[in-house]
C-alpha cells in the first residue's frame, strides 16, 4: 500500500467510524419502538373530541326530523364537560358551533395539538327502520395505505423526519407508528364497548372497522363512536333526551379513565 493510499484509507476511516458507531442514522430514533412517539407531555392528556358533521352538512336525518349534527353537537359538549370535570384531562373540540369543518381539518387539528386520543361521534342511519343501536369504528387494515398516502401527499409532519429518510424506510416508521396507533385505538374501542354494554342497546358485531377520514391519523388513536340510529324512531326519540346522552357519554367518560388511568377508578 503506497503512503498515498494508506492516508486516504485513515481519513476515510475517521470520516466512517461516528457513523458505524451510532448505527445507522435512520434507526437511531426508531429503537426502541415505541420511541416514535414520544412520550406524552408532562401535563394532561389530551382528547380531542370530534362532533360529526354540522353546518351545510346535517348528517342523517331522523324520522321525526332529528338532525345528526345536532346530537353530535350536544353529545360531545356533554363529553367535554364531564371530562373536564375530572380535572384530569384537557379537552378539545373539533367545533362547538354549527359550523361545517372538513375531514382533514379535524384530523388536522388532533395531529398538530398532539392529542393523545380522538373521538369522533356520530349517529347511524340505515334503509331499514328496525335496525338499531351503538357500535364503535376504528380504522380497518386495508385502509392502512390510504393514511400512508396522505402522510406523503399532505406532507405530514411525522414524530420521526420522513424528509430526511428514503422512501422505504420512511415507509417502515409510518408503518410502525401506525401499527401502534392501531393497538391503541383497538384497546380503547375494547373499553368502550365494554362501558356501553348495559348502557344502551348495541348492534351486532358492535366493533366495525372501516376506512373513515377522520380515523386516518397515523399518530393519534382513534375511535368513531356511533351513539344509535336516527332511522330507528325509539333511537331517535332516547338520543333526543339529555338523560340518554349523559348515560352514554358517562360511559365514554369511564371508558377515558379506564384507558389513561387504568380501571378501578372512581366516579
Ligand atoms: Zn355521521
Known sequence: ?????????????????????????????????????????????????????????????????LLEKTVTTS???????????????????????????????????????????????????????????????????????????????QNWIMDVDLAEQSDSVGDILVDLAQRSTESQSEAFADILLENLEGKTRLVGNSHRRAGYYVLLAPDVPAVLLELGFLSNSEDEKLLKTKAHRTKLMKAVR????????GPGRPG
Open 254 to 261: 369511564r371508558s377515558v379513565d379506564e384507558y389513561f388511568v
Open 75 to 153: 353529545a360531545a359538549k356533554e363529553l367535554k364537560a364531564l371530562l373536564e370535570r375530572t380535572g384530569r384531562y384537557e379537552v378539545l373540540l373539533t367545533r362547538s358551533g354549527d359550523s361545517f369543518v372538513e375531514h382533514d381539518d379535524r384530523v388536522r387539528i388532533a395531529r398538530e395539538k398532539h392529542a393523545d386520543l380522538f373521538i369522533s361521534i356520530h349517529a347511524d342511519s340505515t334503509n331499514g327502520s328496525s335496525t338499531r343501536g351503538a357500535s364503535v369504528y376504528t380504522l380497518a387494515d386495508r385502509a392502512r395505505n390510504r393514511s400512508k398516502r396522505i402522510v406523503n401527499g
Open 1 to 65: 500500500m503506497s503512503t498515498r493510499a494508506l492516508i486516504i484509507a485513515i481519513i476515510l476511516a475517521l470520516i466512517a467510524l461516528p457513523a458505524i458507531a451510532s448505527g445507522p442514522r435512520y434507526f437511531k430514533d426508531a429503537v426502541p419502538y415505541p420511541r416514535i412517539k414520544p412520550a406524552p407531555s408532562a401535563g394532561k392528556p389530551l382528547i380531542v373530541i370530534d362532533p360529526g358533521h354540522g353546518g351545510k352538512d346535517p348528517g342523517a336525518v331522523g324520522q321525526k326530523g
